[in-house]
C-alpha cells in the first residue's frame, strides 16, 4: 500500500507543478496581486543588503576594466568635448532668449514641468538577474518615498521609469526595454511620438508618429512630450536623432534615436517624485 | 526538516544570492547564466526527473521574485527543462566527465527557449525577438561553464540520507 500511494503521488507531482505555475502566471500577468508585490518586497528587501556589498566589491574591477578598455579613446573623446562645450555656449546663447518664455507659457497651459518635481538621489546596485530584461536596482525604494511609475534620469537625459518597489530598494525598467514606450517630441517640428525598443538595440525609433510627413535632422534633440498627463515631465532630454528613413512606399519615417544616458554604465541616479504626491491637483 | 533538504535549501540560498548580486555584474553578450536552472538539472541527473522538477519549481520560484516577468513563469520553465533533462539522460547517458557542461548546456538552450515561447504567450510579445536567440546560445554556454561548479555543489546537497529518498526516484 506504502508503494501504491507513493507512486500516485509521484505521478500527479508533475502535472500540479504545471498547473501551479499556470495559475500563477495568470494571477501575476493580470491586475497583479498584493500578496505577490509583497512577497517580491520581502525577497528585495532581504537581498539589498548584499547587493550594495557586492556593488561595492565590484566597484574596483568595474574601474579598472573600464579604465584600460576605453583608455585609448579617451584622448579623442576630450577633444570632441571640448569641441561640443564650445557649440553649446554658442546654442545656450540663441536659446535662453526663447527659454524666457518657456515657464509663461507653461504656467498658461497648466503643465507640470520638471521643476515641480523633487528628486531622490539613488545609487544603482545591480543589473538584471534575467536575461530577458533591461532593468537595474536601486538602493531607494518605498522607505524613501519611492512609487512605482516615477521616472528615473541622470544629468544627461531620461535612463527609465520604477517598476517594482520594495522598503529598501526598487527595480528601474531602462528607456531601451522593449517593454517601455516614452512618449516624446522632436525639438524642431514639435512632433510627437512614442519610443519604441527592439531587444539587444540600444538606439530606440520613434513611432505612432503624430505627423508622418515629418523631417527630423541628425543629431536633433528628442525630449519628453509635453502633454497632460503623461507619465514623465515634459522636457526631459531622451536622446539625439541619429538617423532617419523614409522609403517611397513608407507611410511614416523611420527615426532613430540614440538615447543621451549610457544605460550600460550607470553609477548614480535621480528618482522624480512625479507627480508629486503632495501637489494640489491641477485644472482646478 | 532532515539534513539533505537543510542542504538544498542552502544550495537555492547560495545561488540565488549569487544570481541576483554577484552575476548581475557578470553579464556578457547581454547574457547571464542561470544558475538554479544548472542546478535543477543537476538535481534531475543526480536524483531523477522529478525531484529536478520540484528542485526546479521552488529555485524558479525564487528567482521570479527578482523578476519583471510574470511569478511563476521561471518556476514552470525550470520544473519542465528538469524534468525532460531528467528523463532524456535516464535513458540515454552514461556518466562521462563531460555530463555537467553537456546538461547544463543543453538545460541553457531548453530552458531559455521555454521561457521565451511561454512568456511570450503569457502576454510578453516582446521575448519573441531574435535577439533572445544569441542571448539564449551565450547563456547557454555560460550554463555549460558553471555547471562544472553547480553539479558537485547539488550532488553534496543531494546526497541521499540513510533510509530517505526522494519520491519518483
Redesign the interface.
Known amino acids: 500500500m506504502a508503494v501504491y500511494r507513493r507512486d500516485t503521488r509521484s505521478r500527479f507531482l508533475l502535472p500540479v507543478i504545471i498547473v501551479s505555475s499556470l495559475l500563477l502566471i495568470t494571477i501575476d500577468s493580470g491586475n497583479g496581486s498584493g500578496a505577490v508585490a509583497s512577497l517580491r518586497s520581502t525577497a528585495h528587501n532581504i537581498i539589498s543588503p548584499v547587493q550594495s556589498v557586492v556593488n561595492d566589491a565590484f566597484q574596483p574591477l568595474r574601474d579598472v576594466a573600464g579604465g584600460i578598455t576605453t583608455y585609448g579613446s579617451l584622448k579623442q573623446q576630450n577633444d570632441n568635448l571640448r569641441r561640443q562645450i564650445s557649440d553649446l555656449r554658442g546654442q545656450l546663447r540663441q536659446t535662453r532668449g526663447v527659454g524666457n518664455e518657456l515657464p509663461e507659457l507653461e504656467k498658461l497651459l497648466d503643465l507640470p514641468t520638471v521643476q515641480d518635481a523633487t528628486g531622490i538621489v539613488a545609487r544603482v546596485t545591480a543589473g538584471a538577474p534575467g536575461n530577458f530584461e533591461r532593468t537595474v536596482t536601486i538602493d531607494k525604494g518605498s522607505s524613501q518615498g519611492l512609487r512605482v511609475g516615477y521616472p528615473v534620469v541622470t544629468g544627461d537625459g531620461l535612463v527609465g521609469t520604477i517598476t517594482q518597489v520594495a522598503g529598501q530598494s526598487a527595480t528601474v525598467t531602462l528607456l531601451d526595454s522593449p517593454s517601455l514606450g516614452v512618449g516624446v517630441r522632436l525639438t524642431t517640428s514639435n512632433t510627437e511620438g512614442i519610443t519604441v525598443s527592439k531587444a539587444g538595440a540600444r538606439d530606440l525609433t520613434i513611432g505612432f508618429l503624430s505627423d508622418s510627413n515629418v523631417l527630423a535632422q541628425k543629431g536633433e534633440l528628442v525630449l519628453t512630450a509635453a502633454s497632460a498627463n503623461e507619465a514623465f515631465p515634459p522636457d526631459i532630454v531622451v536622446g539625439t536623432v541619429v538617423a532617419y528613413a523614409k522609403a517611397a512606399q513608407d507611410l511614416a519615417p523611420t527615426i532613430t534615436v540614440a538615447p543621451a544616458v549610457n544605460l550600460d554604465d550607470l553609477d548614480f541616479v535621480k528618482v522624480l517624485r512625479f507627480p508629486d504626491p503632495t501637489a494640489a491637483p491641477r485644472g482646478g | 526538516m532532515g539534513l539533505r533538504r537543510i542542504r538544498l535549501v542552502l544550495v537555492v540560498i547560495t545561488l540565488?544570492?549569487l544570481?541576483?548580486?554577484?552575476?548581475?555584474?557578470l553579464?556578457v553578450f547581454?547574457?547571464?547564466p542561470?544558475l538554479l536552472l544548472v542546478a535543477a538539472v543537476a538535481m534531475a541527473y543526480d536524483s531523477g526527473p522529478?525531484a529536478g522538477?520540484?528542485f526546479g519549481?521552488a529555485g524558479?520560484?525564487?528567482?521570479d521574485?527578482?523578476?519583471?516577468?510574470?511569478?511563476?513563469?521561471?518556476?514552470?520553465t525550470y520544473?519542465?527543462t528538469a524534468?525532460g533533462v531528467g528523463v532524456f539522460q535516464g535513458g540515454v547517458i552514461r556518466e562521462t566527465r563531460t555530463i555537467a557542461p553537456v546538461l547544463g548546456g543543453v538545460g541553457g538552450i531548453v530552458g531559455?527557449i521555454l521561457?521565451?515561447v511561454?512568456?511570450g504567450i503569457?502576454?510578453?510579445g516582446?521575448?519573441f525577438?531574435?535577439?533572445?536567440i544569441?542571448?539564449?546560445v551565450v547563456?547557454a554556454v555560460y550554463d555549460a561553464l558553471v555547471a562544472y561548479a553547480i553539479f558537485p555543489f547539488v550532488r553534496w546537497a543531494a546526497r541521499t540520507d540513510v533510509g530517505k529518498a526522494w519520491?519518483?526516484r
Open positions: 540565488l544570492v544570481q541576483t548580486t554577484v552575476f548581475t555584474h553579464r547581454d547574457a547571464v542561470d522529478l522538477a520540484v519549481f524558479g520560484l525564487c528567482i521574485l527578482f523578476l519583471t516577468t510574470p511569478l511563476g513563469l521561471s518556476a514552470l520544473a519542465l524534468y531559455g521561457f521565451v511561454i512568456g503569457a502576454g510578453r516582446e521575448l525577438a531574435l535577439h533572445n544569441q542571448v539564449i547563456s519520491p519518483g
